[in-house]
């Protein structure tokens, strides 16, 4: 039976502002892959990056060059061989996953041999001054996982503090977003361990951190800008404790499965995170975080509006997806 491919570009308001040492942004572009074949429709949704040179238009220029080969049957693993890791790639793989469970009516979570159920997820704190973060920590203070955005200009052992001190109870996790310096990191790190913070990602630069091999690390460091395939895990080896699975970065659930697997192999820890996105970019990532040491599912908590049906989230809880929505 022939697949046909469509693709769209939408947009979703975010709750207020997004901040990270990068920029901000108030809406989360992302792209959706639609495989349809017969009756049955798969759904893969991206969001494009642009840090690792990707564009809204880039990514729908990929789709656009992939039309033929999906639409003549592709499989995920070919599909891996045949494109670069990445968004485009990503919706692709995500798009045949749904369809195979749909077309089957065997779940995506039944073919990865999971029993998925709810995971605590962390909830991101937009970076901004030590009094605005202290402020949304506070609003927060009640969700046992917070991941607080630094790497800014400005203080960033003021915004720890400020946010430690504001929600006391939680457990923290620190990104900076490669915006630490060699000349800061060894302070950065030692307040964050006297203030109890669970894992620091990504404080260096992807290719620019080899004092990490050098300095101490008292709280364990994860990385994320710098681990996209599973190629890229023995050159992490003594840098980081733990890596940040990201879909759109692996180019989708196929090899995010492989790079989550060898990792544990070589003793990583796991952290299965995203881009802003909605409940359709999280979806599979559900299924793949199931046993991660972190989850951070909270895109469609960061939306002013989110897709529906959406995943559904009681507190920091976010249970699998549902049929409808996705697998």
């Not at 951190?209 to 460091?221: E, K, M, Q």
């Amino acid at each position: 039976m022939a697949r046909v491919i469509s693709v769209e570009a939408q947009s979703f308001p975010i709750a207020g502002v997004f901040t990270i040492s990068r920029g901000s942004k108030t809406e989360a572009e992302v792209i959706t892959c639609t495989i349809r074949e017969g009756d049955n429709s798969g759904r893969g949704e991206c969001v494009p990056y642009r840090r690792y040179g990707e564009t809204m238009e880039g990514v729908q220029a990929q789709l656009a060059a992939m039309r033929t080969a999906v639409e003549e049957g592709i499989d995920r693993v070919t599909l891996v061989e045949a494109m670069p890791a990445g968004a485009a790639r990503n919706a692709i793989d995500c798009a045949l996953w749904d369809l195979e469970a749909k077309t089957s009516g065997i779940p995506a979570s039944v073919r990865l041999g999971t029993s998925p159920g709810p995971l605590e997820t962390a909830y991101t704190l937009s970076l901004g001054e030590p009094g605005a973060m202290a402020a949304q920590a506070r609003d927060n203070a009640s969700r046992p996982l917070l991941k607080v955005k630094l790497g800014g200009t400005g203080d960033d052992i003021a915004r720890i503090r400020a946010v430690r001190q504001a929600a006391p109870g939680s457990r923290l996790i620190l990104d900076a977003n490669e915006g630490w310096t060699d000349e800061n990191i060894v302070a950065n790190m030692q307040v964050a361990a006297e203030l109890g913070v669970a894992l620091i990602e990504q404080p260096l630069p992807a290719g620019k951190d080899g004092i990490l091999r050098r300095i101490p690390r008292p709280v364990p460091i994860c990385a994320d800008e710098s681990v996209h395939v599973a190629a890229d895990l023995p050159g992490l080896t003594g840098l980081y404790d733990a890596v940040n699975i990201k879909l759109d970065k692996s180019g989708g659930l196929t090899a995010a499965l492989a790079l989550r697997d060898e990792a544990r192999r070589l003793g990583f820890g796991i952290m299965v995170g995203c881009m802003v996105g909605t409940s359709l970019a999280m979806a599979p990532a559900v299924l793949l975080a199931q046993g991660a040491d972190y989850v951070d599912l909270d895109g469609p908590l960061l939306l002013a509006r989110d897709r529906t049906p959406g995943l559904i989230y009681k507190g920091s809880l976010v249970s699998p997806p549902v049929p409808a929505l996705w697998g």
